[in-house]
């Protein structure tokens, strides 16, 4: 027979809670050199293992919460069968520049065992905080159907995921992504935005865009064998928007016929971040528009046959920034919904074409 745990009760950790505050207010000795309570909404991060794996949320707290502060529940998953779910409180406290305040917040963590998961959403329900957005954020998506970890991601308003986590197991879990929540984000998605605004701020004037118009080829260079999601969102966000669609092999039909579209394998250069997505090159009959983030500069050449413009892209932003955005969005993600079909069938299906 199994050893039963016991399980923490929400009232506990919410009186813990006051507690917490109450002690920090006796200890404070005036008004102004206080400690301010933040909240702007409950921030949910799932992980599994052990913990070394809080100690890097808590690296991640440190960052993100500086702009949007949250009561922070970190749900740590370990292995085991027993049933059992146990809780913490603490806060954490920072001193803006120039400020004599610290602003601190609170910090809430659940242990549980993958059997004790079952147990969460009815101390979740307690600890979210009322009248405010509910954010849960989890890199690994297959947690997301554990029982109890789904239902518990039911609540949140927004569920924020990371397909390039699962490097080519993503092809698991990428199809059910819609049902992980009524808002559905995926931090490989929001890497590509440096891509994005530098592509679509270069086609942006009469003389560029003329230039889609010859375009006979579409290469997205990322690592071999299998491409990065981040570069499978890419492609099918060019082509998508460009009105292309899919035909046999790396065809792809559109408004101005028909053109070569897929990936080049890019050889490694110890960069894990530049295998994502190393460039993308627009190739029109004597003309190539390469956008690569090793560019610092426009730069422009002219061979004796073809001529090559190369377009400086901003570098991967570090996923704090990313996460910090995440909780500022309230709308839907229609253009990355409008895609995510797409961008599954590029990545389980790659077509990955010669190097010209």
């Known amino acids: 027979m199994n050893a039963v745990r016991e399980i923490v009760q929400p009232e506990e950790l919410l009186t813990q809670l006051e507690s917490l505050w109450t002690e920090a207010g006796k200890s404070d000795e005036s008004t102004e050199n206080g400690l301010l309570r933040a909240c702007s909404l409950t921030w949910i991060t799932v992980v599994e293992g052990d913990d070394a794996s809080v100690t890097e949320v808590d690296a991640m707290l440190a960052d993100v919460m500086r702009m949007n502060p949250a009561r922070a529940i970190v749900v740590l998953l370990r292995a085991g069968d027993e049933r059992g779910l146990k809780g913490s409180v603490s806060a954490q406290c920072w001193r803006p520049f120039g400020s004599k305040q610290q602003v601190c917040i609170e910090r809430v963590l659940l242990d549980a065992t993958r059997a004790g998961a ?3 959403p009815a101390v979740m329900r307690a600890l979210i905080v009322a009248d405010l957005p509910t954010v849960l954020f989890c890199r690994n998506a297959h947690l997301l159907t554990i029982p109890g970890i789904k239902e518990t991601s039911e609540l949140a308003d927004r569920v924020v995921v990371d397909m390039a986590w699962h490097r080519a197991e993503c092809r698991d879990v990428w199809p059910a992504m819609p049902g992980f929540g009524s808002l559905v984000s995926d931090l490989a998605w929001d890497r590509i935005r440096g891509y994005r605004g530098a592509i679509a701020e270069y086609f942006d004037t009469p ?19 299998r491409p990065a999601p981040e570069a499978a969102y890419l492609l099918a966000w060019i082509l998508g928007s460009l009105g292309y669609q899919q035909g046999t092999g790396g065809e792809w039909r559109g408004p101005n016929g028909t053109i070569q579209a897929g990936f080049l394998a890019a050889r490694p250069n110890g960069d894990p971040s530049d295998s994502r997505i190393r460039e993308v ?16 500069e ?38 990355f919904e409008r895609h995510l079909g797409a961008t599954i069938r590029l990545f389980e299906e790659p077509v990955y074409l010669a190097d010209q």
């Open 118 to 120: 079952r147990d969460l």
């Open 207 to 225: 003389a560029n865009r003329a230039v889609l118009e010859a375009v006979t080829g579409i290469h997205v260079a990322t690592r071999p064998e």
């Open 281 to 296: 090159a627009f190739i029109a009959p004597r003309q190539t528009i390469r956008f690569t983030v090793t560019a610092r």
């Open 298 to 335: 426009l730069c422009i050449a002219a061979p004796d046959k073809d001529s090559e413009i190369v377009v400086p892209v901003p570098a991967f932003e570090p996923d704090t920034a990313l996460l910090s955005d995440e909780m500022m969005v309230e709308h839907r993600r229609r253009t």
